[in-house]
């Protein structure tokens, strides 16, 4: 009957399904990632410096050479491709029996390089050499600073911030729970020791310990994830401290204890599911925190190590541009932030007044 009252609860909240929605779309882009990016190499990390910073839309022809190891490329679902073709971007070309005239895209109009026949495997006609070695691409949202399809790396970027946020909630909530259930059933010492534990970690500034845990850890994807986790768990200790605190004093645990169940099982059977709805509330905000820490973090270069393309991986290669008319290289990877953080922020919202038993 409960789960009924706030299922209608939550589809009643517009905003809350849509942010569902929202979240569910974006886990749904992260684990396919490779396969819906347009850039499927690993870390979409394609580099052609000639056609770096142009706008969306830009379109160009890219001369694709074989090489030796291009037959064996290797695909992974979930790593991506990794490519041993040589690609270059060119402005025109002249077609010759012998081999190929190229002019690279941004050299000048007399300037030409020429392709033996020999590297290329069948040079039969113009229209074969077409059809087998040029492709047009197109960069719906253009090309970064080193010349990657911007839209390949928010797609695969989004990686990070997701990965980083159901880490870091999973080592806070483990941590949290057990500590403050801990502390709030067992009371003495043990509560005494835990709540100085958390005070101290509560005196800290965020950033600056996930700073210091991630230089003592060393850079790098999981380190951040950790440095994260571990940062998170003292607000989730509190509250589960404190209504353990009030659980244990009612009169359906005092039942319990008088029938001889032990201790481990009245909490895990009968106090902590009653803290699953402020749980899911604060591991939603939880959620939103860890995307910002990180984005913090990998603004300051301490977060993911290139070449793995992270949203604020991308803001610090590029906030310069916000003054040099390509504003769009820093915006975009931030408005992708602020969606995801205020998806969460929301949803969090949300439901705490739909799982609020006064409402």
Same mark, same amino acid.
């Given at each position: /009957?409960?789960?009924?009252? +706030?299922?209608?609860?939550?589809?009643?909240?517009?905003?809350?399904?849509?942010?569902? #929605?929202?979240? =569910?779309?974006?886990?749904?882009?992260?684990?396919?990632?490779?396969? &819906?990016?347009?850039?499927?190499?690993?870390?979409?990390?394609?580099?052609? =410096?000639? &056609?770096?910073?142009?706008?969306?839309?830009?379109?160009?022809? /890219?001369?694709?050479?074989?090489?030796?190891?291009?037959?064996?490329?290797? %695909?992974?679902?979930?790593?991506?491709?990794?490519?041993?073709?040589?690609?270059?971007? &060119?402005?025109?070309?002249?077609?010759?029996?012998?081999?190929?005239?190229?002019?690279?895209?941004?050299? $000048?109009?007399?300037?030409?390089?020429?392709?033996?026949?020999?590297?290329? *495997?069948?040079? !039969?006609?113009?229209?074969?050499?077409?059809? *087998?070695?040029?492709?047009?691409?197109?960069?719906?949202?253009?090309?970064?600073?080193?010349?990657?399809?911007?839209?390949?790396?928010?797609? &695969?970027?989004?990686?990070?911030?997701?990965?980083?946020?159901?880490?870091?909630?999973?080592?806070?909530?483990?941590?949290?729970?057990?500590?403050?259930?801990?502390?709030?059933?067992?009371?003495?010492?043990?509560?005494?020791?835990?709540?100085?534990?958390?005070?101290?970690?509560?005196?800290? $500034?965020?950033?600056?310990?996930?700073?210091?845990?991630?230089?003592? =850890?060393?850079?790098?994807?999981? *380190?951040?994830?950790?440095?994260?986790?571990?940062? /998170?768990?003292?607000?989730?200790?509190?509250?589960?401290?404190?209504?353990?605190?009030?659980?244990?004093?009612?009169?359906?645990?005092?039942?319990?204890?008088?029938?001889?169940?032990? %201790?481990?099982?009245? #909490?895990? !059977? !009968?106090?902590?599911?009653?803290? #699953?709805?402020?749980?899911?509330?604060?591991?939603?905000?939880?959620?939103?925190?860890?995307?910002?820490?990180?984005?913090?973090?990998?603004?300051?270069?301490?977060?993911? *190590?290139?070449? +793995?393309?992270?949203?604020?991986?991308? +803001?610090?290669?590029?906030?310069?541009?916000?003054?040099?008319?390509?504003?769009?290289?820093?915006?975009? $990877?931030?408005?992708? #932030?602020?969606?995801?953080?205020?998806?969460?922020?929301?949803?969090?919202?949300?439901?705490?007044?739909?799982?609020?038993?006064?409402?």
């Amino acid at each position: /009957m409960r789960g009924t009252i +706030v299922y209608k609860k939550f589809l009643k909240d517009l905003w809350a399904v849509f942010s569902t #929605i929202y979240i =569910l779309l974006l886990i749904v882009v992260a684990t396919f990632a490779y396969q &819906i990016a347009p850039d499927s190499t690993s870390n979409a990390n394609q580099m052609h =410096l000639s &056609i770096h910073s142009n706008p969306p839309g830009f379109k160009v022809d /890219m001369l694709i050479l074989p090489t030796e190891n291009s037959l064996s490329n290797q %695909k992974s679902f979930f790593l991506g491709e990794v490519n041993n073709r040589a690609e270059i971007p &060119i402005q025109d070309y002249k077609f010759q029996t012998d081999g190929i005239e190229i002019q690279p895209y941004g050299s $000048p109009s007399d300037y030409y390089e020429f392709v033996e026949a020999s590297k290329l *495997q069948t040079l !039969h006609s113009e229209s074969s050499f077409r059809k *087998q070695y040029l492709v047009e691409k197109k960069f719906l949202l253009g090309t970064d600073k080193y010349g990657r399809d911007l839209l390949s790396r928010l797609i &695969i970027g989004s990686r990070i911030s997701l990965s980083i946020g159901f880490i870091a909630v999973f080592i806070s909530l483990l941590i949290g729970v057990i500590l403050g259930a801990l502390a709030g059933f067992f009371g003495g010492y043990l509560d005494k020791g835990i709540v100085w534990l958390i005070n101290v970690f509560w005196s800290i $500034p965020t950033l600056l310990m996930v700073i210091a845990i991630t230089l003592a =850890l060393g850079r790098g994807f999981w *380190q951040v994830f950790i440095a994260v986790g571990l940062t /998170m768990w003292v607000e989730v200790a509190r509250v589960v401290r404190g209504q353990v605190l009030t659980l244990k004093e009612k009169t359906f645990v005092k039942a319990a204890q008088t029938l001889g169940y032990g %201790k481990t099982r009245i #909490i895990w !059977h !009968h106090i902590l599911p009653l803290l #699953i709805p402020p749980l899911i509330v604060i591991s939603a905000a939880n959620f939103a925190s860890a995307i910002l820490i990180e984005s913090g973090l990998s603004f300051l270069g301490i977060g993911a *190590q290139p070449p +793995v393309p992270s949203w604020g991986g991308m +803001v610090k290669d590029h906030f310069r541009y916000l003054l040099l008319g390509k504003p769009y290289l820093t915006l975009l $990877p931030g408005l992708a #932030i602020m969606s995801l953080v205020l998806a969460f922020m929301t949803l969090g919202n949300s439901l705490r007044d739909i799982l609020d038993v006064k409402h």
